[in-house]
């Protein structure tokens, strides 16, 4: 299983971004997908995440910017980002629950899309 993000790049404070992250290989199911980030020097920390059944939370920083969905059919995440701040500059990293076996789901993450915002 891989997990492919895209959509990260510069943009000036109000603008918006939109980060896709598609899971590809042998696939069984699909729980919880989400986007973490990290900003240099600080830990990474969750930044929205979406049930299978297409409940959503959120940070309380992007709550009300931010919009996480999911297209089951195409096993990928999307993070729409709007009313950027320079605070939000990080790489973003997606995290999905799969099950690629029989056995229990495991935690696939992708390679980190660095999203940047100017003041």
């Known amino acids: 299983v891989q997990l492919q993000a895209s959509g990260g790049g510069l943009v000036q404070a109000g603008g918006s971004l939109r980060l896709s992250c598609a899971a590809s290989?042998?696939?069984?199911?699909?729980?919880?997908m989400a986007w973490y980030r990290q900003a240099p020097g600080k830990q990474r920390e969750l930044v929205a995440a979406?049930?299978?059944?297409?409940?959503?939370n959120y940070a309380d920083g992007v709550k009300g910017r931010f919009t996480i969905s999911r297209d089951n059919a195409k096993n990928t995440v999307y993070l729409q980002m709007n009313s950027l701040k320079p605070e939000d500059t990080a790489v973003y990293y997606c995290n999905q629950a799969i099950r690629a076996t029989l056995f229990a789901a495991s935690d696939y993450w992708g390679r980190g899309t660095q999203v940047t915002v100017s003041s």
């Open positions: 979406i049930t299978n059944s297409g409940t959503t």
């Open positions: 290989g042998n696939i069984i199911s699909i729980y919880t």
